[in-house]
């Protein structure tokens, strides 16, 4: 039987193309029942406050920082989207007088436009934001050197060849409207996934490249980061592949409620817990990865029932 064309970009795959009964499961699931998702190799949980979840997000650095040396580098890979925890993380790391000089950090992804990743100094800048939230405001005397952050670049050999000889203890990400982890998007509906989204196994072996973004998640970032303003944000991102975050001995999801809606909070937990991996939900092909922890704020989960507005 044919899949379903998107409802939202007819030319892409995405959540839209799936089973309809997957998605009325997923819309009856509550809090009590999300808990009981977890599963080995997959947790769930949540948390009452916004400043216990932020805490937590921020205390998966010094947890991973911590078992750092100069003999065994470890460092964490995190993302734009939450930052709420990256000023926590700098003051952590001050207050305890905790030295990262051997602990490395990547960032998940960087703007692509005109041929090459945005400067530092572009407004939406990704590494501008990890710097100004977290790295510059660590002391001078505790902080790794430059050397040690990397930030994705339209030549991605370098940041490729990072991942090799560090520990990567945990991958942090945040949930987009698309269901992506960093800017793992589903693939246009063309060529040979004409008719059907590519394998799992295929996409698995994606690493580090410039991706085309699916209109969602350009629409979702104008509104997470400009203001609404879609006109000022790239159509094209370097991301973290897949690859890399194999390498990654627990990826950890943070869903504050302030990117994905609730319907796609819980989508992407009941497809990982049921082992349902489909490529034109790229979240759930974390159902294959044998660590991963899905966090939520209770205030921000809310509601599959019809309001109107």
């Known amino acids: 039987m044919a899949r379903k064309l ?3 970009a007819p ?3 995405d959540y839209t193309t799936i089973d309809s009964e997957i998605v009325e499961e997923a819309a009856k699931l509550t809090p ?4 009981k998702l977890s599963r080995p190799g997959f947790k769930v949980l949540f948390y009452d406050t916004l400043e216990d979840f932020y805490l937590a997000e921020a205390l998966e ?4 920082w911590k078992q750092s040396t100069a003999d065994n580098p470890v460092g964490i890979c995190g993302p734009i989207g939450p930052t709420e925890q990256l000023p926590l993380v700098a003051r952590i790391v001050n207050e305890l007088g905790l030295s990262v000089k051997s602990a490395h950090f990547w960032g998940m992804d960087e703007w692509f436009h005109n041929g090459k990743e945005v400067s530092p100094h572009h407004p939406l800048s990704f590494e501008k934001a990890d710097r100004n939230l977290c790295f510059d405001r660590i002391k001078k005397e505790l902080v790794m050197p430059d050397e040690n952050l990397h930030f994705p670049k339209a030549d991605t050999s370098g940041y490729i060849k990072s991942w090799d000889g560090v ?8 949930q987009g409207d698309i269901k992506h982890w960093a800017f793992n998007d589903p693939p246009k509906r063309e060529g040979a996934y004409k008719d059907s989204p590519p394998p799992p196994q295929e996409y698995l072996k994606l690493t580090t490249r410039v991706v085309d973004l699916h209109p969602l998640t350009v629409a979702q970032n104008a509104r997470t980061s400009g203001g609404g303003n879609i006109t000022m944000v790239p159509t094209k991102a370097i991301t973290v592949g897949p690859s890399e975050t194999w390498k990654a001995e627990k990826v950890s ?3 504050a409620g302030m990117h994905d809606n609730p319907f796609g909070q819980r989508l992407t937990a009941y497809m990982i817990s049921n082992n349902i991996v489909d490529t034109s939900v790229p979240m759930s092909l974390l159902a294959l990865h044998p660590n991963v922890q899905f966090n939520y704020y209770r ?3 809310g509601t599959c029932e019809v309001t109107m507005h």
């Open 11 to 13: 030319d892409w795959w």
């Open 6 to 8: 998107s409802s939202i």
């Open 167 to 174: 520990r990567c203890a945990v991958m942090q990400g945040g």
């Open 299 to 301: 205030g921000g989960f």
């Open 32 to 35: 009590e029942k999300m808990l």
């Open 61 to 64: 650095y010094i947890t991973a």
């Open 253 to 255: 999801i943070w869903h």
